[in-house]
């Protein structure tokens, strides 16, 4: 999933601009390509993603990375949020789970699953420009997840049957999901 986010929206990058990373997102806004845009971190409780306290169009890039899962109320409510705070022509990028255990800690439970398709439906129904939706996962990745390498970098070696095994995807086993989309 990073690898497919990774620099996406380099070209967007600048100084003046400011991003929201909601929830300990700081990392996606980076793997995006965002180096220079100035980061508000936010976490839940104090940021809520279905009542984001901040104004309308304040910023230009909102990310969420594993966030929208958690999300108490209703989900589309939160994808608003996101939009409502983001100005014309900026984005929005929300990472989520899809096959994964049930989840959660102090104060955050889990509640939902999103397919590439309702994540596209989600922002269609906003008209929002869909720059990269999809989902990555394969039947074969659990065991070495179970292992307790779920965090370990992957080689960048394709000999290497962790790189082979990274880079399967099927449709039907993802384990993560995504969409990057620009507001109009």
Same mark, same amino acid.
């Given at each position: 999933m990073y690898k497919r986010l990774e620099n996406l929206l380099t070209n967007e990058d600048d100084k003046t601009k400011k991003t929201l990373a909601v929830s300990g997102?700081?990392?996606?806004?980076r793997i995006l390509g965002l180096k220079q845009a100035e980061v508000y971190n936010?976490?839940?409780?104090?940021?809520?993603?279905s009542n984001l306290?901040?104004? %309308?169009n304040?910023?230009? /890039?909102?990310?969420?990375?594993?966030? =929208?899962?958690?999300?108490?109320? !209703?989900?589309y409510k939160a994808f608003e949020?996101?939009?409502?705070?983001?100005?014309?022509?900026?984005?929005?990028?929300h990472t989520t789970c899809f096959i994964n255990p049930?989840?959660?800690?102090?104060?955050? %439970?889990?509640?939902?699953? /999103?397919?590439p398709k309702?994540?596209? =439906?989600?922002?269609?129904?906003? !008209?929002?420009?869909?720059?990269?939706?999809?989902?990555?996962g394969n039947q074969e990745v659990w065991p070495y997840i179970h292992m307790g390498f779920r965090g370990h970098k992957i080689p960048e070696d394709p000999d290497n049957p962790i790189y082979q095994l990274a880079m399967r995807n099927e449709h039907s086993w993802y384990i993560v999901t995504w969409i990057l989309a620009q507001v109009q």
């Amino acid at each position: 999933m990073y690898k497919r986010l990774e620099n996406l929206l380099t070209n967007e990058d600048d100084k003046t601009k400011k991003t929201l990373a909601v929830s300990g997102s700081a990392n996606l806004a980076r793997i995006l390509g965002l180096k220079q845009a100035e980061v508000y971190n936010s976490s839940y409780p104090d940021c809520n993603l279905s009542n984001l306290n901040y104004e %309308d169009n304040f910023f230009d /890039f909102c990310v969420s990375d594993q966030v =929208l899962e958690h999300v108490a109320e !209703n989900p589309y409510k939160a994808f608003e949020e996101s939009i409502r705070v983001v100005k014309q022509g900026g984005y929005i990028c929300h990472t989520t789970c899809f096959i994964n255990p049930i989840h959660g800690g102090k104060n955050l %439970d889990d509640y939902w699953r /999103f397919t590439p398709k309702a994540l596209a =439906l989600m922002s269609k129904s906003y !008209n929002l420009k869909i720059v990269e939706v999809n989902g990555w996962g394969n039947q074969e990745v659990w065991p070495y997840i179970h292992m307790g390498f779920r965090g370990h970098k992957i080689p960048e070696d394709p000999d290497n049957p962790i790189y082979q095994l990274a880079m399967r995807n099927e449709h039907s086993w993802y384990i993560v999901t995504w969409i990057l989309a620009q507001v109009q």
